[in-house]
């Protein structure tokens, strides 16, 4: 019988109170309430095209800004992440997905190696996009990757609309994402020649 991938964590500071939890093996369904609408967005954009389950209820000091909040959600998803994937075995364990947006491209690569890494090469025309600082983007995949300890190549090739921009991203790491957790039959124990990841 397949082992059911779902983790769920939380995480309360003075500047946060999180509860999330992740199904790796989902329908694309989400209810998501951060706080940050155009986190949100991204969010469920993430999640219906990884076709994971993700829900997220976040309280932050939003009234400052939204670093905070989307910081710490990158966190606690990296967390769940990598709980959900127990051991690694059989898992694809690489992933790399193009999604257009428009004029947009964006390319991501994952490797669920445990050596966490962000290398992201991606320059957006507006520093908002309403209210949100896009600079954040970069904090939310930094913590991600750490917390999940992957290996994340983020790389917009080209764009204009830095929305479009973005959007693309979030589509190319759920979609990345899904293909380096999905479980190869063919795969015996971990793929790494050390035997471990």
């Known amino acids: 019988m397949r ?17 999330l939890s992740m199904n790796l093996d989902g329908q694309g369904e989400s209810q998501l309430a951060t706080g940050v609408p155009f986190l949100t967005h991204m969010l469920d954009l993430f999640t219906k ?36 994937l127990g051991n690694k075995e059989g898992i694809n364990r690489y992933g790399n997905a193009f999604v257009p947006m428009d004029e947009a ?25 309403g209210t949100f600082d896009t600079e954040l983007v970069r904090e939310f995949l930094w913590k991600l990757a750490l917390e999940a300890r992957m290996n994340l190549h983020v790389i917009v090739h080209y764009g204009h609309n830095t929305h479009h921009m973005i959007e693309a991203i979030f589509k190319a790491l759920g979609r990345s994402l899904k293909e380096a957790t999905t479980v190869d039959p063919q795969m015996k124990g971990v793929p790494s020649t050390k035997g471990l990841l």
């Open 49 to 84: 095209h990884g076709q994971f389950d993700l829900t997220v209820n976040a309280k932050g000091d939003i009234e400052i800004d939204d670093h905070h909040t989307t910081e710490d959600i990158g966190i606690c998803l990296g967390q769940v992440i990598k709980e959900a």
């Open 105 to 129: 491209l964006a390319q991501v690569v994952i490797d669920l190696s445990n050596r966490p890494h962000l290398e992201m090469r991606a320059e957006f025309p507006s520093k908002k996009v």
């Open 3 to 19: 082992v059911t991938r779902v983790s769920e964590t939380t995480r309360k500071t003075n500047e946060t109170d999180i509860y």
